[in-house]
């Protein structure tokens, strides 16, 4: 893996997906954005999809 390019390309909003995790978080924010949900702000409620703590490996 390169150390400037994710390895996993990038998400919305250019995003970078770095790991499988991350890639995996992104499919979930898709799916709720299609489905008419908004993402958090500042003015407005929403989703936040967050990762975990440590990684398991």
Do not use: C, N
């Amino acid at each position: 893996m390169s150390d400037d390019k994710p390895e996993f390309g990038y998400g919305a909003g250019g995003r970078p997906l770095w790991t499988a995790r991350d890639r995996g978080t992104e499919v979930i924010r898709t799916v709720l954005r299609k489905a008419g949900r908004r993402e958090f702000g500042e003015r407005h409620g929403g989703f936040v999809v967050e990762g975990g703590g440590q990684q398991r490996r």
